[in-house]
């Protein structure tokens, strides 16, 4: 008998759709398994954890509107109906129950972990979890879990969640009027770069067929490749956008898989992608909690240079996905079988789409751990070197004699594990050269066995692995008991003791806004460290990051991936960014506000750039609060205002009709070309 797998609307079996593809292993089921269970449509029956909040009501009573066959839902303790539909005190009796194929988990952050448990024990085969800042030890426990079982598929953290457009389920918060049944499948880590390629593909005719948000967290549960099979395979999708960013290595991974596809297809659907943080502030945290560079991870223009190497049109701006697809698609033919040169029409159209961008100072080429992150913690390194201490771990300062060398324990994305990181470089000004990861389980903790590899890796005297064993050892109980997510240190190697010599650690200090957890981490933070205008903005929600050299154009964006996308394409139009500044995926006319004041303090400026994309925000909104800056800070700079998405129409409207010296567009090259000329003037 062949088990059925309802696919948007109608039912297919798993044999018509190539499920075995999705295994490595015939034999052996595992997490990839259930990639499957990411085809999402009308047959899905949803429910929603959190249901009674007022966040998940508000969303349950839009998706219910647009279609999305909502089943019901669960609220501890809770038991009746909501919305008309059935209530359930757990999410184990609501699957007996309501025999649910998908639970969106809408509760705050601190709360999250639990309930993706909670569903994973109750074996829902897709979860999707929308919450921003969970602490990336939860979730490197989650993970451990899931490569444990072959039910239940993760989408998130920190994601918009997935829609099928032309089965008009959505599960998460996307803007529902930018969305256009039609034949273009995204996946991507931004939200806010995927709602404006949305409605660069509706503008173009084109629609959407599923949009997949893995997310922008350091670990999320569903990456790009897992995207790609499921598109590869999906009859409604014939074109393919990838959105990327800086952190981690998936993009190298989807870059690998596609030149497989490619080699192996005789008919591949085209695929175009983007890259955001070219021009990010080396070493940041780029507003998305994944959005940063670790030791042995490539930047974005290694990215972009895997991707375009394997076929892949690249764009600079999302607005440009719509026409760049229309014109793949033109020589795109479904089911064919015609042969075709592997690349090629790809190539034909990637530089009229856009230019390469080359890093033009020597500051955008230092290597990540000589600054520090925001949104998470660093501490100073003699504060570092007495954690070690207290850890009996041997410390030292460096006498000049012997070769010091990289040994960290960190995050290993690809794996969704802790790892080991080391490198036998000696050249302080590029540490990370070389960089080998060396993975490990999360719950079973570090195997003593792998100590001689290491090692050897790093070169040391087969008299020191005792020695190296004690640090390793030191450091992963440290990376346990703090919730670190890096712990880099500096060792050299003399008579067969291994000594530390420097230290660079980083904690994740969502373990203690969002759980109060690791306080007297928290405590060793020096805020007479950082910039005063980023500790400003940060009390208001606001991320903000001075960008380094002489950029005169202050850019107020809301959305980590957009603000990334906006400093990147500016750069390549000709200007120069000032700042980076996330009002956040929600902006409010008060932190519209409170962006101004924040750039304002900034004597480089000479423009301000508002590039908003009303995907949950709302254009006229915060064409008011653009408005309301005005009139209460009594600014005097010029100000270039692009909106698109929801209520543009009125927000430009808003802009033109003030009076006020601002400059209104929906266009972004247009308007990038008005701020760079007031810019110079």
Request: proline residues 5%.
């Amino acid at each position: 008998m062949i088990r059925q797998l309802r696919v948007r609307g109608r039912s297919a079996p798993l044999k018509h759709i190539h499920v075995s593809s999705f295994s490595t292993s015939a034999r052996h089921c595992s997490y990839e398994d259930t990639i499957a269970n990411l085809k999402i449509g009308a047959h899905t029956r949803v429910i929603f954890q959190g249901f009674t909040g007022r966040q998940a009501t508000a969303n349950a009573k839009e998706s219910l509107a647009w279609g999305t066959n909502i089943v019901g839902g669960v609220t501890p303790g809770k038991n009746g109906e909501h919305l008309g539909l059935p209530l359930l005190p757990t999410v184990r009796e609501a699957m007996e129950k309501l025999k649910p194929d998908a639970t969106g988990i809408y509760v705050a952050a601190h709360q999250a972990p639990g309930a993706i448990e909670e569903a994973i024990e109750a074996e829902i085969p897709l979860i999707v979890a929308v919450a921003e800042h969970i602490p990336v030890h939860d979730m490197l426990r989650i993970h451990s879990m899931l490569k444990t079982q072959s039910k239940c598929r993760l989408v998130g953290a920190n994601a918009p969640g997935i829609i099928s457009a032309i089965g008009k389920c959505r599960i998460g918060f996307q803007p529902l009027p930018c969305f256009m049944p039609g034949r273009v499948g995204i996946v991507a880590k931004s939200g806010t770069l995927s709602y404006e390629s949305v409605a660069s593909t509706t503008r173009a005719g084109l629609g959407q067929s599923l949009c997949i948000s893995v997310g922008g967290d350091v670990l999320p549960g569903t990456n790009f490749v897992d995207g790609l099979k499921v598109f590869e395979h999906d009859d409604d999708t014939e074109g393919i956008l990838l959105i990327g960013e800086i952190g981690g290595t998936a993009e190298l991974d989807a870059a690998e898989w596609i030149k497989d596809y490619r080699k192996r297809t005789p008919n591949p659907k085209p695929i175009a992608a983007l890259i955001g943080g070219v021009r990010a502030a080396p070493g940041r945290i780029m507003g998305h909690a994944g959005a940063f560079v670790l030791p042995g991870e490539p930047d974005a223009l290694t990215k972009v240079k895997h991707l375009e190497d394997a076929g892949v049109t690249i764009v600079n701006h999302p607005g440009k996905f719509g026409e760049a697809m229309k014109g793949l698609l033109s020589n795109y033919r479904p089911g064919s079988t015609r042969s075709a040169t592997p690349g090629a029409s790809q190539r034909r159209s990637m530089h009229t789409i856009s230019r390469r961008i080359r890093p033009t100072t020597r500051s955008q080429a230092l290597r990540p751990s000589t600054m520090v992150h925001k949104r998470n913690l660093y501490i100073r390194e003699n504060l570092a070197l007495n954690l070690l201490r207290e850890s009996n771990i041997n410390v030292s300062e460096y006498s000049g004699q012997g070769n010091k060398r990289l040994l960290a324990v960190g995050i290993d994305r690809k794996n969704l594990s802790p790892c080991i990181i080391a490198s036998p470089a000696s050249d302080p000004e590029q540490p990370h050269v070389g960089a080998k990861k060396f993975p490990f389980d999360y719950r079973k903790g570090f195997d003593p066995s792998s100590t001689q590899e290491i090692a050897e890796y790093l070169q040391l005297d087969q008299s020191a692995k005792e020695s190296l064993l004690k640090v390793i050892n030191g450091l992963v109980d440290l990376f346990m008991q703090k919730e670190a997510f890096l712990l880099e240190t500096t060792i050299v190697e003399q008579a067969g003791d291994v000594k530390v010599v420097g230290a660079h650690f980083g904690f994740d200090d969502a373990a203690f806004r969002s759980t109060k957890r690791q306080a007297d981490v928290h405590a060793l933070r020096r805020t007479e460290d950082e910039d005063a205008q980023e500790l400003e903005a940060e009390k208001d929600g606001i991320v903000y990051i001075k960008l380094a050299g002489d950029g005169n154009i202050g850019t107020l964006v809301n959305g980590a991936g957009l603000a990334m996308n906006t400093v990147d394409a500016l750069a390549d139009a000709g200007g120069k960014a000032a700042n980076f500044l996330d009002t956040g995926g929600k902006a409010t006319s008060e932190t519209v506000k409170k962006s101004f004041q924040v750039i304002l303090q900034d004597p480089r400026v000479k423009v301000i750039f508002v590039n908003i994309f009303g995907g949950l925000t709302l254009g006229d909104m915060i064409a008011n609060g653009v408005l309301l800056a005005f009139k209460e800070l009594e600014m005097r700079l010029p100000v270039v205002v692009r909106i698109r998405g929801t209520n543009e129409k009125e927000g430009q409207k808003i802009i033109a009709e003030s009076g006020l010296p601002l400059h209104a567009f929906d266009d972004f090259e247009e308007a990038a070309a008005k701020a760079i000329e007031l810019a110079n003037r």
